[in-house]
């Protein structure tokens, strides 16, 4: 109970703060939380989102495969297109996953990146190298960068937040509740003396060179069947997942 009415009590702080801000910049506390649940703060997490590529020749076909076996990728190859599957790859070393996103870039794949799992389509949006996230500064500036616009559109609610995720509703409850409860966690490991999970820049990853691999994505809880959130409540609308 006394977790719950801290996490309130700085939700509060954040829907009244943020809401005077020109800005709209994100408390610490929510970017913390998003950082935890999308990459447990590893700034070489790499999610590749399953994505189909046409390959309307033989020739397209063999160049993909060829290209997606370099990276390690897991995909299914049909008659006229190659799927690549949804899969999270961690580089030992930043300019490994640097040369990674760079040829995944050069495939029109669509990858997460880092800390803030920032998806590629922003670089290619804004004119920047994709492995620029790899940076875990840069790649936090722009998690902050891509929360603040959310506040600016939503105002300080659990719906912008929602949205940093997807425009879609139904995915933007689920992730709502999963940061929420991602925050309420931190907030449990301060108070009882746990490990506080923080940010760092090198996250304990060996340097050792190889990538690790693993299927899926992060986890982005249940189906939640909640009404979408509004400025003045303390947390997404709805019963817990």
Avoid at 96 to 119: F, H, M, P, T, Y
Avoid at 196 to 216: L, M, W
Wanted: proline share 7%; glycine share 8%.
């Amino acid at each position: 109970m006394k977790i719950y009415c801290t996490l309130a009590l700085v939700l509060v702080l954040f829907q009244s703060g943020t809401a005077s801000a020109n800005a709209q910049e994100p408390p610490a506390w929510l970017t913390n939380a998003i950082v935890r649940f999308e990459s447990s703060g590893n700034p070489r997490a790499i999610c590749f989102n399953t994505i189909s590529l046409p390959a309307p020749t033989p020739e397209d076909a063999a160049r993909i495969r060829r290209e997606l076996d370099a990276l390690g990728l897991k995909y299914a190859a049909a008659s006229s297109k190659i799927t690549v599957e949804l899969q999270s790859l961690y580089p030992a070393t930043e300019e490994e996953g640097r040369r990674l996103v760079k040829r995944a870039d050069a495939l029109g794949l669509s990858i997460d990146i880092g800390l803030g799992q920032v998806n590629i389509q922003h670089p290619r949006k804004h004119g920047f190298a994709a492995e620029d996230l790899m940076d875990p500064d840069v790649n936090l500036r722009w998690c902050r960068k891509l929360l603040a616009d959310e506040l600016r559109r939503h105002g300080p609610n659990w719906r912008a937040v929602g949205y940093y995720h997807s425009p879609d509703p139904e995915r933007g409850r689920r992730y709502a509740w999963s940061i929420y409860n991602t925050a309420r966690r931190i907030e449990g490991e301060k108070r009882y003396g746990k490990a506080n999970r923080t940010v760092e820049r090198n996250h304990g990853i060996p340097d050792a060179g190889g990538i690790r691999g693993s299927d899926g994505q992060r986890q982005t809880g249940a189906n939640i069947p909640v009404k979408i959130p509004e400025a003045g409540q303390h947390r997404p609308a709805g019963e817990k997942p």
